[in-house]
T-cell receptor
């Protein structure tokens, strides 16, 4: 059965700290791995990773994928209170012969950044 | 990123009534739209995948006759919760993907409360 596991489930840090969020997966027909940030409403897209070893960066956030070891990490440096959210990892996989994809979701990591 | 809207954002209805939720992709053609529901402190649960002009593919355990999905155009999909019951109360989120389906863009979600 396909699964995506995120760790830790919950994290509390102080402003300025650096955090690393983990996502491991066991998914057949892997296509890509995506990171989303969810605050009070629906998730907002952060990164899509398809190739191993290539870091994607956006401001203080960065992410990398290891397709051999089947995991990805999301790093946030110099955290701010506005980074408080649930960070969701999802793996896109083919699910039928028609080239359609679906996302298999992790449970998320709840990050709280205290001032 | 692409913009997806949902309407309404919040709805309260009586048990036994039907509720329609609209999902629109505002600035791109959404070949595929996905409908999710999310219970408090849980991850997203995929309900169904719909391709424009064809019948939706429902996930196991999701009743087709209860959750009617219509994807009549490349910019609009609707989810109708028929004969809603209190246990249908949840956060319903749609997402849309373009032709390559590499990334899903989420609407802001609809919070449904059935009394």
């Amino acid at each position: 059965e396909d699964k995506v596991v995120q760790s830790p489930l919950s994290l509390v840090v102080h402003e300025g700290d650096t955090v690393t969020l983990n996502c491991s997966y066991e998914v057949t027909n892997f296509r890509s791995l995506l990171w989303y940030k969810q605050e009070k409403k629906a998730p907002t897209f952060l990164f899509m990773l398809t190739s191993s070893g290539i870091e994607k960066k956006s401001g203080r956030l960065s992410s990398i994928l290891d397709k051999k070891e089947l995991f990805s990490i999301l790093n946030i440096t110099a955290t701010q209170t506005g980074d408080s959210a649930i960070y969701l990892c999802a793996v896109a996989a083919f699910f039928n012969a028609g080239n359609n994809r679906k996302l298999i979701w992790g449970l998320g990591t709840s990050l709280a950044v205290n001032p | 990123g692409a913009v997806v809207s949902q309407h309404p954002s919040r709805v309260i209805c009586k048990s036994g009534t039907s509720v329609k939720i609209e999902c629109r992709s505002l600035d791109f053609q959404a070949t595929t739209m996905f409908w999710y529901r999310q219970f408090p402190k849980q991850s997203l649960m995929l309900m169904a995948t719909s391709n424009e002009g064809s019948k939706a593919t429902y996930e196991q355990g999701v009743e087709k006759d209860k959750f009617l999905i219509n994807h009549a155009s490349l910019t609009l999909s609707t989810l109708t919760v028929t004969s809603a019951h209190p246990e249908d109360s949840s956060f319903y989120i749609c997402s849309a993907a373009g032709l390559t389906q590499e990334t899903q863009y989420f609407g802001p979600g609809t919070r449904l409360l059935v009394l």
